[in-house]
Every structure is written in C-alpha cells, then in structure tokens.
C-alpha cells in the first residue's frame, strides 16, 4: 500500500508539473506556431495548430529595416554580447579573488560596498552614466554597453564568485607558495580552473541579460547600422499600425536560438554553479 500510494504520488506530481509546463511553454509555442502561419492568420485563428504553413515570415523578417539585414542585427548583438561576457568574467574573477583570498585593510568595508550597489535601482545612476558618457563622446557606441562590465561593475556575479571561492581549501594555497606560486599564479593555476562551474555561470547571465537588454540599448544607440536585436525587433512594430507581425514573430524565435543552445550546452555547468555557490 506504500508503494502504491507512493507511486501514486509520483504521477500526480509528475502531471501537475507537466501541466504547469506546458502553461509556462505556450506563449513559446504560440510565438513559434505564429511564426510559419500567413499575417492574416495570426490573429484570426489562435490556437497552435498550423493551417497554412508558410517560411515567407522568415525571409520579409530577415530583410530587416533602413536597408540593413537582421545579420547585421546579430553580428552586433553578437559582438556586444561577446565582448560583455569576456568583460564580466576578468573583471569579475579578479574582485572575488580580491575580495576572498587576499588580506588588504578594509576589505570587509569594500566587500559591503560592493554589495550595496545591488540596492541602488539602475534608473538612479541612469542620468549620469548617461552624461559622463556624453562627454566622453561614447554616445551611439558599443562603449556604453560593454566598459562597464570590465570594471567590475556587476557586483551580483562578484559576490556569487566571492561564496564560491571561499569554499576552496586555502591548504591549496599554501601548497601553492611553497612551490613558488605568487598571487597571479594562484589564481590563473589554482583559483580561477576549480571556479568553471561559477564561471559559467556567469557567462551564461551574462550573456543572457546582454543578449535581451533593450531599455540600455534603446539609449545609447541611434544609428540603425549599430541596432542589436531587441532594437531591430522593436523597429518593425510600426506605430501607425502597419507592423510586420509575422516577420517580428519569424525573428524573435531567431533571437531565442543563441540562448537556449548556449543553455543547452552548458547546462549542467550551469545547474552545478548554482548549486554548490549555494551550498558554500
């Protein structure tokens, strides 16, 4: 009778979370379906069945705007992405290490400093990034969107790399001096290879959160030959309302590739940083 009721149990939590699932899948699924079906089909027939299958969204979205292709969209998204996640991973690895091997006066002081910047909301610190950039002439460039995350500006990857570092023995550390390791040797040798699954972590936030920003894309960029993807999604909604739904929905499922077989690769990385930084 256990066995059977725990059994019993097992479906009907295996069916409540496939349900939920599926709840979760539509809006994909329904953008998918959307996508291979003719304009004057998107919005009369809603369900995900695909009457009149059709590739034509795709080829009138991959046209793009201002005579530029959504290539050119992805190869700056790519770029930009690209750049950020190289930016985070140095920059970020190198304050946790700080932050958690070394001995320096007041590091207890700048580690609560870095995490007090968490509390600050972006639109606070919008107006003057904004206008130091003007200054600096960095406005309508990828410099905006990608500087600050070589300085170490994302303090929640520094402390998510802080935890897991401190869950490394020091013994290692010791074993490394004696063998003639100094601090830069310690980290590229020792720290750095046992933080991977931290480390992708990161790049796969990173990634993702730079991938699908627009608000700071949509401010810093003009030029229509710079446009990443959400800036090129957003421009074939047309405000008069002659938009082309189906070549928006054709590459928005474009723009989802990248991310899901980036996840899809790095999965179980990705399941193991989050797991043992939580753990540390």
């Known amino acids: 009778m256990l066995a ?7 479906v009907v939590l295996q069916v409540l979370v496939s349900v939920v699932a599926v709840a979760m899948l539509y809006p ?27 590739f034509a969204n795709y080829v009138s979205g991959w046209k793009g705007i201002g005579g530029y292709t959504f290539a050119r969209f992805f190869l700056n998204s790519t770029v930009v992405a690209g750049l950020s996640v190289a930016g985070n991973v140095l920059a970020c690895s190198l304050t946790a290490y700080a932050l958690a091997r070394l001995h320096f006066p007041l590091r207890r002081l700048w580690f609560a400093l870095v995490a007090m910047t968490m509390m600050l909301p972006f639109h606070v610190t919008l107006i003057p990034q ?60 020792i720290v750095f290879p046992l933080c991977v699954p931290a480390v992708i972590t990161t790049m796969l936030f990173t990634f993702y959160w730079v991938w699908d920003d627009f608000f700071s894309q949509m401010i810093y960029l003009n030029d229509v030959s710079r446009f990443t993807v959400p800036l ?7 405000q008069s309302g002659n938009s082309n739904w189906g070549g928006l929905f054709a590459m928005s499922v474009l723009s989802l590739l990248p991310v899901v077989v980036l996840f899809l690769a790095c999965q179980r990385y990705f399941v193991e940083g989050i797991v043992t930084t939580g753990l540390k």
């Open 4 to 10: 059977n009721g725990w059994r019993l149990e097992r």
């Open 28 to 54: 994909v699924l329904w953008l998918l379906s959307s996508s291979l079906k003719p304009s004057y089909d998107i919005f009369t027939d809603p369900s995900l069945w695909v009457h009149h299958l059709t």
């Open 130 to 189: 904004y206008l130091i950039y003007h200054e600096l002439g960095w406005i309508n460039t990828i410099l905006p969107l990608v500087v600050p995350h070589w300085l170490g500006g994302d303090a929640f990857f520094i402390i998510m790399l802080v935890q897991f570092m401190r869950g490394i023995p020091r013994e290692l550390d010791e074993s490394a001096r004696i063998d003639g390791c100094g601090v830069w040797g310690i980290f590229a040798k």
């Open 232 to 238: 090129g999604l957003n421009s074939m909604v047309d």
